[in-house]
C-alpha cells in the first residue's frame, strides 16, 4: 500500500522548478532590499556618530559643571525678608540710616553662592536702585574666594545701580550664611549721586542661586521708595523763610527789617520820580538758603508797577509782573483812589509770599479823624511838659491824604493857650499828622484840628481832644486794690494814687517824699509775700499817674486790713489814719461750708428715697390685694 505521503516524480519536478524559480525570485529581491538597506545603514551611521559626538560633549561639559560644584546639589532655608516695603529718600540723599534694608540667608556647603539683584520696576526717572553691605558675620560678599583673587567686600560697599551683589558662604556645615543691604536709589547707575527727579519708585530684588540649582524658598521682594525735593536744593522760595518788606518813595526796602504803612497822593507819573513805594524781596527755600524762582508781582485796586535791578531806574510798566531774583519791585499811583494791594508768589511754585498795601488818596482832604494821644504819651502833662497828639486827614471815601504841610495844608488849635500851647511835629502814615501840646500852667484846653488858620475859620475840623496840665505838688493820697476778697495766697495789686489840691493825680515828678508817715502802710495779717508803700514813693509814673504794688494775700483767712497815715508832704487836713479792708476767705471755713452744704444734700436724698420706698411698699400691698 503505497503510503499517501508519497509525491509522484512529475509533481516533485514540478515543484522543484518552482522552488528554484521562487528562490532565484526572492534571492533578487533580496540582493535588492540588501542594496537599499545598507545605504541606510550607511546614513544612519553617519547620522549617529555625530549625535554620539554631541552627546560625548555635553556629557563632558556636564562632567565639568558637575566637578566644579560642591556636592551639595541645591541652596537650603534660604530667605530674603525686607525691613519695610516703603522708603524714603530726598534728592540731596543716597544712603541714610532710615533706607529700607534686605537681609538674604541660606544655608550652603563652602562656596555655595547666591546673588541679589536690585532692579527698577518703575519711577518717573533713570535713577537705578543700588545696595550698600550695611552688616555681615557669617558670609563673604563680592569675594573672589575660588579663584583666590582680592578679599571679601567690607561693610560700606555698594554696588553700581541695577547690579547683582554675590554672596558667598563660608560654612561647611549646617551655619547659616547672611548679609544685609541698605536699598537705595542712585541717579543712572552712580551708586555716590542722589537721584534728580522727585516722585515714587517701585524696585525690585530679586534672589538667584549660583551654579548649585534653583532656590528653595527665597522669593522676590518690592519696595517702594518715595524720592521728594531736598529742601536744601529746592530752588522755590517758602513764604515761612522768605522776607519782603516795603519802604516809602525812594527808601531802599533792601536794608529795611520791617514794612513802612504807604499813604500817598493818587496822582500819576511815568517816571521813577513818580515811584511812592518799593519793595524788595530775599528769597529763600524752606530749609532758609538762597532760592532762584522768580515772583509774580500783581496789584489789584488802584496803582502800578514796575521792576528794574537799580532802584532808580525803576518805572511803571504793567499791573502783574514776573520779577527776576534781586530786583525791586516799585509801585506808582494811576490816578485813583483807594487802597492798591500787590500779592508776591512764587512763579514756579504759586507759594503766596506776602501781601503789601498802598493807600492812594485825593489831594485834599474833607474830614478829619478824633485826634488821639500817642500811646506812649499822657493826656496829663506838667507845666513845661509835652505830649504829641495826632489826627487823621482823609478824603472822601476815608483814605488817609498825605502831603500836607503843617501852617499851609493843616493847622492845630489849642482852646486855651495861657494853659497849652500847639505846634505842628510830624506826619505818620499810621496816626496821621502830629503836633506837639506843651503845658504852659495848670488847667485843661482842648486840642482840635481845621484847615485853616483860626478855628473859627475852618470848613473843615475835627472833634476835640482834651489835655490837662497839672501839678507836682501834693496834697492827697489814695490807697486800693483790685479786688474785695482774695483766697489764701492770692495776687493782690495795690494801686497808690498822688493828688494834688484839686483833687486831680500829680504829673511832673517821679519821686515823692513824705507821702505817708515814717511807717508806710500796714497789715493786719503777715501777707505770703510782697513789699508795701514805705513813706517815700518812687518810680511813679507820669503816664497812669499812678504806683502800682504787688502782694500775696496771706494764707489764712479773715479780715484784713492796710493801714497809713498820710505824710508830712500832704495837706495838714489829709495827714490823718485811714485804713483800707478786705477779705481773705479762710479755707477751713470754706471747707466747713462746703461739708455743711453736702449733708444737707444728703439728708434730702434720704428723704426722698424713704418717700420712694414708701410708694413702692404701698403699691405692692395693692397689687397682693
Same mark, same amino acid.
Given at each position: 500500500?503505497?503510503?499517501n =505521503?508519497?509525491?509522484?516524480?512529475?509533481?516533485?519536478i514540478?515543484?522543484? $522548478?518552482?522552488?528554484?524559480s521562487?528562490?532565484?525570485?526572492?534571492?533578487?529581491?533580496?540582493?535588492?532590499?540588501?542594496?537599499?538597506?545598507?545605504?541606510?545603514?550607511?546614513?544612519?551611521?553617519?547620522?549617529?556618530n555625530?549625535?554620539?559626538?554631541?552627546?560625548?560633549?555635553?556629557?563632558?561639559?556636564?562632567? &565639568?559643571?558637575?566637578?566644579?560644584?560642591?556636592?551639595?546639589?541645591?541652596?537650603?532655608?534660604?530667605?530674603l525678608t525686607?525691613?519695610?516695603a516703603?522708603a524714603?529718600?530726598?534728592?540731596? $540723599?543716597?544712603?541714610?540710616?532710615?533706607s529700607?534694608?534686605?537681609?538674604?540667608?541660606?544655608?550652603g556647603?563652602?562656596?555655595d553662592?547666591?546673588?541679589?539683584?536690585?532692579?527698577?520696576v518703575?519711577?518717573p526717572?533713570?535713577?537705578?536702585?543700588?545696595?550698600?553691605? *550695611? $552688616?555681615?558675620s %557669617?558670609?563673604?560678599?563680592?569675594?573672589?574666594?575660588?579663584?583666590g583673587?582680592?578679599?571679601?567686600?567690607?561693610?560700606?560697599?555698594?554696588?553700581?545701580?541695577?547690579? +547683582?551683589?554675590?554672596?558667598?558662604?563660608?560654612?561647611?556645615?549646617?551655619?547659616?550664611?547672611?548679609?544685609?543691604?541698605?536699598v537705595?536709589?542712585?541717579?543712572?547707575n552712580?551708586?555716590?549721586?542722589?537721584?534728580?527727579?522727585?516722585?515714587?519708585?517701585?524696585v525690585?530684588?530679586?534672589?538667584?542661586?549660583?551654579?548649585?540649582?534653583?532656590?528653595v524658598g527665597a522669593?522676590?521682594?518690592?519696595i !517702594?521708595?518715595?524720592?521728594?525735593?531736598?529742601?536744601?536744593?529746592?530752588r522755590?522760595?517758602?513764604?515761612?523763610?522768605?522776607?519782603a518788606?516795603?519802604?516809602?518813595?525812594?527808601?531802599?526796602?533792601?536794608?529795611?527789617?520791617?514794612?513802612?504803612?504807604?499813604?500817598?497822593?493818587?496822582?500819576?507819573?511815568? !517816571?521813577?520820580?513818580?515811584? #511812592?513805594?518799593?519793595? +524788595?524781596?530775599?528769597?529763600?527755600?524752606?530749609?532758609?538758603?538762597?532760592a532762584?524762582?522768580?515772583?509774580?508781582?500783581?496789584?489789584s485796586?488802584?496803582?502800578?508797577?514796575?521792576?528794574?535791578?537799580t532802584?532808580?531806574?525803576?518805572v511803571?510798566?504793567?499791573r %502783574?509782573?514776573v520779577?527776576?531774583?534781586?530786583? /525791586?519791585?516799585?509801585?506808582?499811583?494811576?490816578?485813583s483812589?483807594?487802597?492798591?494791594t500787590?500779592?508776591?508768589?512764587?512763579?514756579?511754585?504759586?507759594?503766596?509770599?506776602?501781601?503789601?498795601? #498802598?493807600?492812594?488818596?485825593?489831594i485834599?482832604?474833607?474830614k478829619y479823624?478824633?485826634?488821639?494821644?500817642a500811646?506812649?504819651?499822657s493826656?496829663?502833662?506838667?507845666? +513845661?511838659?509835652t505830649?504829641?497828639v495826632?489826627?487823621?486827614?482823609?478824603?472822601?471815601?476815608?483814605?488817609?491824604?498825605?502831603?500836607?504841610?503843617?501852617?499851609?495844608?493843616?493847622w +492845630?488849635y489849642?482852646?486855651?493857650?495861657?494853659?497849652?500851647?500847639?505846634?505842628?511835629?510830624?506826619?505818620?502814615?499810621?496816626?496821621?499828622? &502830629?503836633?506837639? *501840646?506843651?503845658?504852659?500852667?495848670?488847667?485843661?484846653?482842648?486840642i482840635?484840628?481845621?484847615?485853616?488858620?483860626?478855628?473859627?475859620?475852618?470848613?473843615?475840623k475835627?472833634?476835640?481832644?482834651?489835655?490837662? #496840665?497839672?501839678?507836682a505838688?501834693?496834697?492827697?493820697?489814695?490807697?486800693t486794690?483790685?479786688?474785695?476778697?482774695?483766697?489764701?495766697?492770692?495776687?493782690?495789686?495795690?494801686?497808690?494814687?498822688?493828688?494834688?489840691?484839686?483833687?486831680?493825680? #500829680?504829673?511832673?515828678?517821679?519821686? /515823692?517824699?513824705?507821702?505817708?508817715?515814717?511807717?508806710?502802710?500796714?497789715? %493786719?495779717? =503777715?501777707?505770703? %509775700?510782697?513789699?508795701?508803700?514805705?513813706g517815700?514813693?518812687?518810680? /511813679?509814673?507820669?503816664?497812669t499817674?499812678t504806683?502800682? /504794688?504787688?502782694?500775696?494775700?496771706?494764707?489764712?483767712?479773715?479780715?484784713?486790713?492796710?493801714?497809713?497815715?498820710?505824710? @508830712?508832704a500832704?495837706a495838714?487836713? =489829709?495827714?490823718?489814719?485811714? @485804713?483800707?479792708?478786705? !477779705?481773705?476767705?479762710?479755707?477751713?471755713?470754706?471747707?466747713?461750708?462746703?461739708?455743711?452744704?453736702?449733708?444737707?444734700?444728703v439728708?434730702?436724698?434720704?428723704?426722698?428715697?424713704?418717700?420712694?420706698?414708701?410708694?413702692?411698699?404701698?403699691?405692692?400691698?395693692k397689687?397682693?390685694?
Amino acid at each position: 500500500m503505497t503510503s499517501n =505521503n508519497q509525491v509522484s516524480p512529475v509533481i516533485r519536478i514540478s515543484r522543484g $522548478e518552482r522552488d528554484v524559480s521562487a528562490r532565484a525570485t526572492h534571492l533578487k529581491a533580496a540582493s535588492k532590499k540588501y542594496l537599499e538597506t545598507t545605504i541606510e545603514r550607511k546614513q544612519m551611521s553617519t547620522t549617529t556618530n555625530f549625535k554620539r559626538i554631541a552627546l560625548v560633549a555635553v556629557a563632558a561639559l556636564g562632567l &565639568g559643571v558637575l566637578s566644579s560644584v560642591p556636592s551639595q546639589a541645591v541652596i537650603n532655608a534660604d530667605s530674603l525678608t525686607i525691613s519695610s516695603a516703603t522708603a524714603a529718600q530726598t534728592t540731596a $540723599e543716597t544712603f541714610t540710616a532710615t533706607s529700607a534694608t534686605a537681609t538674604m540667608s541660606f544655608l550652603g556647603a563652602s562656596n555655595d553662592s547666591v546673588t541679589v539683584t536690585a532692579s527698577l520696576v518703575s519711577g518717573p526717572a533713570a535713577a537705578l536702585p543700588s545696595l550698600r553691605l *550695611v $552688616e555681615t558675620s %557669617s558670609a563673604l560678599v563680592d569675594s573672589n574666594v575660588i579663584t583666590g583673587a582680592a578679599g571679601a567686600r567690607t561693610v560700606g560697599y555698594a554696588t553700581a545701580g541695577n547690579t +547683582a551683589a554675590v554672596i558667598y558662604s563660608t560654612s561647611a556645615g549646617a551655619a547659616v550664611s547672611s548679609a544685609k543691604f541698605a536699598v537705595y536709589l542712585s541717579q543712572g547707575n552712580d551708586k555716590t549721586t542722589a537721584p534728580t527727579t522727585a516722585g515714587t519708585y517701585v524696585v525690585r530684588l530679586t534672589p538667584a542661586a549660583v551654579g548649585v540649582g534653583p532656590l528653595v524658598g527665597a522669593t522676590a521682594q518690592t519696595i !517702594t521708595i518715595t524720592v521728594t525735593a531736598a529742601a536744601a536744593l529746592d530752588r522755590n522760595m517758602s513764604a515761612a523763610t522768605t522776607k519782603a518788606y516795603i519802604q516809602a518813595t525812594n527808601t531802599d526796602a533792601k536794608l529795611a527789617a520791617q514794612d513802612s504803612t504807604i499813604v500817598a497822593l493818587k496822582t500819576a507819573g511815568s !517816571t521813577n520820580a513818580a515811584m #511812592v513805594a518799593n519793595i +524788595a524781596v530775599t528769597q529763600l527755600n524752606a530749609a532758609g538758603l538762597a532760592a532762584t524762582e522768580s515772583i509774580t508781582a500783581t496789584i489789584s485796586g488802584p496803582g502800578v508797577l514796575g521792576a528794574n535791578a537799580t532802584l532808580g531806574s525803576v518805572v511803571p510798566t504793567g499791573r %502783574s509782573l514776573v520779577v527776576q531774583k534781586g530786583d /525791586y519791585i516799585g509801585v506808582f499811583p494811576d490816578g485813583s483812589t483807594g487802597v492798591g494791594t500787590i500779592t508776591l508768589t512764587g512763579s514756579t511754585s504759586g507759594a503766596l509770599i506776602s501781601t503789601k498795601t #498802598v493807600t492812594f488818596s485825593d489831594i485834599a482832604a474833607t474830614k478829619y479823624a478824633t485826634p488821639t494821644i500817642a500811646a506812649t504819651d499822657s493826656s496829663v502833662i506838667a507845666v +513845661a511838659g509835652t505830649t504829641k497828639v495826632s489826627v487823621l486827614a482823609q478824603d472822601a471815601t476815608s483814605n488817609l491824604v498825605s502831603g500836607l504841610v503843617g501852617g499851609t495844608d493843616y493847622w +492845630a488849635y489849642s482852646s486855651n493857650t495861657a494853659v497849652a500851647t500847639v505846634a505842628t511835629y510830624s506826619f505818620s502814615a499810621t496816626t496821621g499828622y &502830629g503836633i506837639i *501840646v506843651t503845658g504852659v500852667s495848670a488847667g485843661e484846653a482842648e486840642i482840635s484840628f481845621g484847615n485853616a488858620s483860626t478855628l473859627a475859620a475852618a470848613t473843615i475840623k475835627s472833634a476835640p481832644i482834651k489835655v490837662r #496840665v497839672g501839678t507836682a505838688v501834693p496834697s492827697n493820697v489814695t490807697v486800693t486794690l483790685d479786688k474785695s476778697t482774695y483766697a489764701p495766697g492770692e495776687k493782690m495789686t495795690m494801686t497808690v494814687t498822688i493828688l494834688n489840691a484839686a483833687g486831680l493825680p #500829680v504829673v511832673g515828678a517821679t519821686s /515823692y517824699a513824705n507821702i505817708f508817715s515814717a511807717t508806710g502802710v500796714t497789715a %493786719s495779717i =503777715n501777707l505770703q %509775700s510782697g513789699t508795701l508803700p514805705t513813706g517815700t514813693i518812687a518810680d /511813679y509814673s507820669n503816664t497812669t499817674n499812678t504806683k502800682t /504794688y504787688t502782694l500775696y494775700a496771706p494764707v489764712t483767712g479773715g479780715k484784713l486790713d492796710f493801714t497809713y497815715t498820710g505824710g @508830712t508832704a500832704l495837706a495838714t487836713a =489829709n495827714q490823718v489814719a485811714r @485804713t483800707v479792708s478786705v !477779705t481773705v476767705a479762710d479755707s477751713g471755713a470754706a471747707a466747713l461750708a462746703a461739708v455743711t452744704a453736702l449733708a444737707t444734700t444728703v439728708a434730702s436724698l434720704r428723704t426722698l428715697i424713704v418717700t420712694l420706698t414708701n410708694l413702692v411698699l404701698k403699691i405692692q400691698k395693692k397689687v397682693r390685694a
